[in-house]
């Protein structure tokens, strides 16, 4: 491949670092920070660029794999990739289950612990399948009810499947990932593709921060948790999304007015588009 044609892709992959990658670097270090000041706990500099720091993280190294390499795969033929995409699906979802089996009964199918795209690239490749077939669109919007149901009926599932196998808590049953994506996300588009649904632009100006609240949501909860010791999850949970809303409107404010004081009242706010990004 020869200069020329690495350019758009060089470009592609700066705007990502630069927009994701930096921001996360910054916030895992603090998390680094706040968990030794709070905690004890020593982390390295490796601890930081890998997302070490807070249990959350780890999904950015991945991320940051696939939307470095996923501009390869559009450069396969359309019938070869397909096969591809859904091989990532499931071998993404036999790995997820063969770790919980593991996890649930101990019994030893993966030994290795360190970074593995394939335990998350599934997710990446059912978003690229549905986004080249506009058909599901369609047929969404034409059978919009019965999505509504069949989609909130996987989500039911996804969402007890860890109470049937007590693994409930913070890290999640790996095996209801899948139902739980797959159905809450259907069960949006067939709620909000309408033009006029209350609480749409609420659920929209939610997702354009959602990268923000995955960021910084584990410092609420654990403030939450173990600082002010409230101990019903729900609680803990509405209380970190509103917190985290707040947080990020008031830092854009805050960024706005130092730009602004920088450059003479001559700056533009940035508002970045997450999911352009994600």
Known sequence: MNKGAQQPWIKYSMKRIKRIYLPFIIISLIYGLYFFMVDGKGFTFLDVILGETAVHLYFII???????????????????RYYCMWFMVFSNFAICLALEIQKSYGIKLITYNGINPGKWWGFLALGMIVAGRQNIFRYINNHRLKVILLSSLVTVIGTLLPFWTNTVGYMYN????????????VLIIAIFEQREVPGKNTLASIGQKS????????????FLKYILEIKVPLLVSIFTIIICLHILDIGKLLWSSLANLITGGKSKVIVVDYKENL
Request: glycine share 4%; charged share 10%; hydrophobic share 55%.
């Open 62 to 80: 991945h991320y940051m794999i696939f939307t470095l390499l996923a501009p390869f795969l559009y450069k396969i033929k359309y019938k070869l």
């Open 174 to 185: 790996r095996s209801s990932l899948f139902p739980l994506a797959i159905g809450v996300t």
């Open 211 to 222: 990268f923000g609240i995955y960021l910084i949501h584990l410092f609420i909860i654990h």
